[in-house]
């Protein structure tokens, strides 16, 4: 049998194809070629078009119109690829660049006040998580950056519920309460990240202060508007509600030790290396105590009035107490400016990084304020040091 199977294979070869077959098919092959040929020279292209860009000088990046090209054209050279890619870049990459400008355009093409505050959230928390890489490294300049860009997007969360509260009171509620525990969510991530700097700049607390400021503001106006438009008489609503200003109210309690934390840090760091004495420090950490005690006796009374389930009032307790923490935390930065403004240029460099768990060594500059010519000052210094060696050898 496996003969004949040979031998019908034999015959096959003396079998011509015809001549029409031939024509129709080679036209077909031609066409495919050519196809082929075409889509590898419009790739070869796109990857030659991204190389000469990227060659250009970084500076050109950071013009809007020349990034919006560069967004266009890895839409259409990557696709999703490429965007997604760009999603995940971090604060000093190239592509974080791109990520910016693709969120504001998605932001521009996004209609309805409720998408647009729901992204603003979104775009929040990507802060809240960029900062936290940062930390790993402790980059301080980069920190502060982002977080003042999640400062504005917070902010633009809390007056866009306001607008929406206006329009759809029953939209506004359902916003609120994710916009409320969201908030919870960033100022936790904000203040751990905060915690785990091992070095950290006067500069880079205030700019972390001033976000978890800003969060726990929307996170209050969330819930005032919670209150507003929750219906009396529903106990899951209000068991809810309790919850959320027992929740509050414990953040408060956190604050107003954070702000005395601070500023202990501040003096102490101010009162090691002042000229002038105590008397400089003195009357402005008797200031923040005495804002810190008003808090705490606000909370107290907060607490009576939500056991009592009066809830607009204890929210207003609430919003008295961050008030009060945020004239000690003034007091507590115009001190510190003060502090290094009479501080000799050493003396700065200590009170520039009252949280280091490092020492400075040769070569870094971390947390360090530039002040003119003291880097002449010890360049001599160390020539005069080195020549004096030299002369104690040859002798």
Do not use: C
């Not at 936790?188 to 972390?208: E, G, V």
């Not at 000229?275 to 009357?283: K, M, N, S």
């Amino acid at each position: 049998m496996g003969k004949d199977i040979i031998s019908q294979l034999n015959k096959l070869k003396d079998i011509k194809p015809d001549k029409s077959w031939k024509s129709i098919n080679k036209e077909v092959l031609m066409n495919q070629i050519s196809g082929s040929v075409q889509a590898q020279k419009q790739h070869n292209s796109f990857s030659i078009l991204i190389k000469e860009t990227l060659s250009q000088e970084i500076s050109l990046i950071t013009k809007p119109a020349v990034t919006l090209v560069l967004i266009l054209l890895f839409m259409l050279g990557g696709g999703f690829f490429s965007i997604s890619a760009a999603s995940e870049a971090t604060p000093g990459s190239f592509l974080y660049t791109v990520k910016l400008v693709s969120e504001k355009t998605q932001f521009a093409l996004t209609s309805g006040q409720e998408k647009k505050l729901i992204l603003g959230v979104k775009f929040a928390q990507r802060r809240a998580q960029e900062i936290e890489g940062l930390a790993n490294s402790n980059e301080y300049t980069r920190i502060e950056k982002v977080a003042s860009d999640l400062s504005e997007e917070i902010t633009a969360v809390q007056d866009r519920l306001a607008k929406i509260e206006a329009e759809d009171p029953d939209a506004a509620l359902k916003l609120a309460k994710d916009i409320d525990n969201k908030s919870n969510e960033l100022r936790l991530s904000l203040k751990n990240t905060k915690n785990t700097l091992s070095q950290s700049t006067n500069s880079t607390n205030n700019k972390l202060n001033e976000a978890i400021k800003s969060v726990e503001k929307t996170g209050l106006s969330a819930l005032n508007t919670i209150i507003k438009k929750t219906t009396t008489g529903d106990e899951t609503a209000g068991k809810d509600l309790s919850d959320r200003l027992a929740a509050k109210l414990q953040s408060a309690k956190e604050q107003i030790s954070e702000v005395k934390d601070d500023a202990n840090k501040v003096f102490s760091a101010g009162l090691s290396r002042s000229e002038q004495g105590i008397e400089v420090y003195q009357a402005p950490q008797e200031e923040i105590n005495q804002k810190a005690e008003e808090a705490t006796k606000i909370i107290s009374e907060a607490e009576e009035l939500l056991n009592n389930e009066n809830f607009t009032e204890a929210l207003e307790k609430i919003n008295a107490s961050q008030a009060l923490l945020q004239e000690a935390e003034e007091v507590s930065k115009k001190a510190q400016e003060e502090m290094i403004s009479t501080s000799t240029p050493e003396k700065i460099i200590g009170a520039e990084q009252l949280n280091s768990t490092e020492s400075i060594q040769e070569g870094e500059v971390k947390g360090v304020i530039e002040i003119e010519g003291v880097e002449d000052d010890i360049s001599e210094n160390n020539n005069s040091s080195i020549q004096s060696q030299a002369t104690t050898t040859d002798e």
